[in-house]
Each structure stands twice: as C-alpha cells, then as structure tokens.
C-alpha cells in the first residue's frame, strides 16, 4: 500500500487494508457505519471520502467492539459519550480520560477542581464520564469472556489433536 492511514485512503482502499489486517469488513459496511454516524471522513470535492488516521482508529475500535458482541448502538453512545468528554470545557489539558474499571472518587480526583461557574458542565461531565466508564467496564467484561472461551476452544482443539493423534498411533 502506498499511502499510510495519515495520507488518507479511500473507502475500498480502507476496506481492503482492514481485511489485511484482519478485520471483516466491506466498503458496504463501512458506508452503513457512517450512516449510522459511528465515525465522519473527510469529504473532497468529488464526493469521494477520505479516511484519515484518526478515523481509521475509530473504526478498528467500532470493529473490535462489534467482534465482542457489542450493538451499534451502545458503540455508537460510547463514541458520542467520549467526544463528550473530550471536548468538556473543564477537562483538564494534559489528563486522559480515565477508562477500564476507575471509582467514582478517583474520577473526580483526575478531574480536578472545578471553577464555581463550569458547576452544571461538571455535573454533566460526571454523569457523562460515570456513563461512559460504564461502558467501558462492560467492554473489559466482554473482553474477558470472549479471552475464556477463547481458552476453553483451544484446550478442547489441543485434546482433539492429542486424540487424533493417539488414535493415528495405534493404527
């Protein structure tokens, strides 16, 4: 490929770029996920998208969260809840947003102190954030079943093997 993911590509270069990488996605698909509004492309003037580096990330996580058997929807409120969160006037420069299983008082922790008149934003974050960590603890719960059936189907195929094996011995 010649161009990187910075450059931009287009949808069927995308497409078959993701199918290298592993995904299992169309350019049909992608198109019904941007109508859905998971994620926006640049637009030239040709009509033609372009899917820059940080859409590409997106759609590897809207992709990943579909494997673990996550709706478009609830993708779609994460998606949205993050935007939120990143472009919250009282955010912090400088502090991640806090993801994986995070209490509610280290949240306000990295947080930090909010000035009197940002009160009702803050609020807002908060629920925002609380709804997002949400999510994003049922991601890590998905993640870890998915990592358990993982392991219990390559335990039964590691004893298949051994049984084929030993039935290929006493022939």
């Known amino acids: 490929m ?3 993911p910075v450059d931009g590509l287009l949808r069927t270069e995308l497409a078959e770029e993701l199918q ?4 299992d996605i169309s350019s049909e698909q992608l198109r019904k996920y941007e109508d859905y509004g998971l994620f926006s492309p640049e637009k030239m003037e040709n009509r033609y998208r372009v899917y820059g580096r940080e859409v590409v990330d997106t759609i590897k996580q809207v992709l990943t969260m579909k494997m673990i058997g996550m709706s478009l929807k609830r993708i779609k409120d994460f998606l949205n809840l993050r935007k939120q969160i990143i ?14 299983k995070v209490s509610y008082a280290d949240l306000v922790l990295r947080l930090g102190v909010v000035k009197e008149d940002h009160k009702a934003d803050h609020q807002q974050l908060l629920d925002n954030v609380t709804r997002y960590l949400d999510i994003c603890n049922e991601i890590d719960d998905r993640i870890d079943k998915a990592d358990k059936i993982l392991e219990i189907e390559s335990r039964k195929n590691f004893e298949n093997i051994q049984m084929v094996t030993l039935i290929s011995q006493n022939k």
């Open 20 to 23: 290298r990488q592993g995904f």
């Open 87 to 100: 472009d919250s006037p009282i955010v912090l420069k400088g502090h991640e947003i806090p993801t994986g």
């Open 2 to 4: 010649d161009k990187s």
